[in-house]
């Protein structure tokens, strides 16, 4: 049995950072990103869970602004140390593993054109958005993250951006995506938070 839920592809440092909270220190609770930012197809009304998927690759600007956070929730400085830049790459490369494969489930909470007051606060001043430019602010909850890249494929769930043939990976990145999902990949609590979502159109 499938079950379907809205999708979102994301560079994979920050989908884990959603799902899985980013380490930073021996002893902490992990630091989990809460905001992510879209373009204008990121708009929408929809709240409840979200698969997350990692994107192809990550960008040496991806290494640099997780380093930066490092320094953030390590000393409340954005003065950075070898040793940040270094547990950066070291956690870019890791969550590659997951590229364009499941990474975790995320409630989306709420959707606007700017880090209001609604926004975590602690993530805007750790530097997850400083200098981003952005039409949509999706602010998320984690709810289950993977231990194990051995999951599903986007190309394998993705039913809402398809056309027969190719798949339209281009589209994927760009906005909002339809997935159907095996049963066991989707725990109850996960289930509890999906909302209705609208159905995909066909494309001829």
Known sequence: MAVEVPAL????????????????????PPAFKTVELRG???????????????????HTEDEARIA???AWYRRQSIKLLPGDFRDAQIWCRY???????????AKLTACGTS???????????A??????????????KALHAFDSADTIAFDKACTGCQRTPPHNTQ??????QTVNLPDHLVPADVKKEVRPWPKPQSRK
């Open 95 to 105: 969550t590659s593993a997951w590229r364009y494969r499941l990474i975790g489930f």
């Open 40 to 58: 204008v197809r990121g708009k929408t009304k929809y709240r409840g869970a979200v698969a997350l998927f990692g994107s192809a690759a990550y």
């Open 127 to 140: 530097m997850w958005l400083e200098g981003c430019q952005a039409d949509s602010f999706l602010k998320f």
């Open 68 to 70: 930066i956070v490092l």
């Open 115 to 125: 880090a209001g007051p609604d926004f975590d606060g602690t993530w805007l001043a």
């Open 9 to 28: 592809i994301v560079h994979t440092p920050f989908a884990a950072a959603l799902t899985q909270g980013l380490p930073y220190a021996t002893g902490k």
């Open 171 to 176: 589209a994927c990145h760009a906005g909002w």
